[in-house]
């Protein structure tokens, strides 16, 4: 069973920034698609940035220029560097692993922007 950890989360003021992580263990030599959606209250899941093993990437269209993610295969570990953030940024951030057609999420880890 894969599994997806994140950290990083936490309480930032607006215009500052904070890097999420997520390693994936278990059964696994590498992960192909690794990335990041979010889910504020009240709002569906939305796609944040993902990138593929060949390090193409595809982020949301509110996090571009601000948002950038990044990937160690050797550790299979996804990173999320995130910069001039906004209050609408606020929302539980989860990993999401896809691999040889199975899907997987972390349990997802808060980011709250607040003065």
């Known amino acids: 069973q894969v599994q997806l950890v994140e950290s990083g989360g936490g309480l930032v003021q607006p215009g500052g920034s904070l890097t999420l992580s997520c390693a994936a263990s278990?059964?696994?030599?590498?992960?192909?698609?690794m990335g990041w959606y979010r889910q504020a209250p009240g709002n569906e899941r939305e796609l944040v940035a993902m990138?593929?093993?060949?390090?193409?990437?595809d982020y949301g269209a509110s996090v571009k220029g601000r948002f950038t993610i990044s990937r160690d295969n050797a550790k299979n570990t996804v990173y999320l560097q995130m910069n001039s953030l906004k209050p609408e940024d606020t929302a539980v951030y989860y990993c999401?692993?896809?691999?040889?057609?199975?899907?997987?999420w972390g349990q997802g880890t808060q980011v709250t922007v607040s003065s």
């Open positions: 999401k692993a896809l691999n040889d057609g199975a899907e997987y």
């Open positions: 278990g059964p696994i030599r590498r992960v192909n698609t």
């Open positions: 990138m593929n093993s060949d390090e193409v990437t």
